[in-house]
């Protein structure tokens, strides 16, 4: 694959509107066909018997040279599957090409290996996230066409999954548990249950806080959870860790006592972590459920 990011990366930079249209229709496809095989639920079930290397990566944000970074690392490792956790665009310069690389992957032979989930920034259409670069930056690389590749992009978010369930051991997905979510349903269809219900939102956007509780987040969208909350859903979806992303941190960072990790994997503007990470959940980590703590200690590559 190696060969390939190279390929992709110099690709990313001077594929015509045509091109790119094209690469977003055909992993759109695929999206869809990979949705209606799990029967319109956007939670992906992982049973941890069936694979050996689950490689999870944070938010993105444009930084090019994060993602090449990462799949140049992972090359090797012959992963069963790379899960993104959202927020490709936005933030960073080069978001318009990391989509380009990320399509590529999506469509390429090592599709079932690669799941792309929703983050805030990949969001419905009632749940805006400000600023918002990408259109601008697809406006300013292709003119006027610019605005037809991103909308038709807006459509493929709507056949991204948004959570994975590594059965009895982990669950990923890109903000925070909703409150209120009593099963492993509640939170595979979220989507549907939007905007009755605030599920989807709060997958979405929450962030964990320290004690108990949950309160209105300072983000306007998306709510604080305390560790009472992600003991009662963890407990609920039969898991021991939350594996998320969606707030800039040195890479990882573990918190409510381990029960949460986050897993930022991007660097630069605007942001001002030093380092970033992903991780590569081995064997070891899904023959039994590791807590945050030692996840952070052992799973996580930093760079
Ligand atoms: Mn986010």
């Not at 918002?132 to 610019?146: I, M």
């Not at 994975?164 to 009593?182: D, I, K, S, T, W």
């Not at 930022?264 to 070891?284: Q, V, W």
Request: glycine share 8%.
């Amino acid at each position: 694959m190696q060969a390939r990011v190279v390929e992709w990366t110099d690709e990313a930079f001077e594929t015509s509107a045509d091109e790119f249209l094209a690469l977003i229709e055909e992993a759109k496809e695929i999206l869809y066909g990979e949705k209606e095989a799990r029967a319109g639920s956007g939670l992906v079930r992982i049973s941890p018997q069936t694979v050996k290397k689950i490689i999870v990566v944070g938010d993105i944000h444009g930084d090019m040279e994060s993602l090449v970074h990462i799949l140049e690392d992972i090359e090797n490792l012959n992963a069963d599957r790379i899960v993104f956790l959202g927020d490709y665009g936005d933030r960073g310069s080069e978001s318009v090409e990391v989509y380009y690389v990320l399509l590529k992957l999506k469509a390429s032979e090592r599709r079932e290996k690669i799941i792309m989930l929703r983050g805030n920034h990949e969001g419905p259409p009632d749940m805006p996230v400000m600023p918002h670069d990408l259109p601008f930056l697809f406006t300013e690389k292709y003119g006027a066409r610019g605005k037809e590749v991103y909308k038709k992009l807006k459509e493929l978010w709507e056949y991204l999954p948004y959570a994975v369930l590594v059965e009895r051991r982990y669950l990923m997905l890109h903000g925070g548990l909703p409150a209120n979510a009593a099963s492993i349903e509640d939170i595979a269809f979220a989507h549907e249950s939007h905007p009755a219900s605030s599920n989807f939102e709060e997958i979405l956007w929450s962030d964990p806080v320290e004690g108990k509780g949950d309160f209105y987040s300072m983000r306007g969208a998306g709510r604080m959870f305390g560790e009472d909350i992600t003991e009662k859903v963890l407990s609920a979806v039969g898991v021991k860790v939350l594996i998320r992303s969606h707030e800039p941190c040195e890479g990882v960072e573990v918190r409510q006592r381990g029960k949460v990790l986050t897993l930022f994997s991007r660097k630069g503007s605007p942001y001002f972590n030093t380092r970033a990470a992903y991780l590569i959940l081995d064997e070891d980590a899904l023959r039994e459920a590791k807590d945050a703590e030692e996840l952070a200690r052992s799973a996580a590559r930093m760079w």
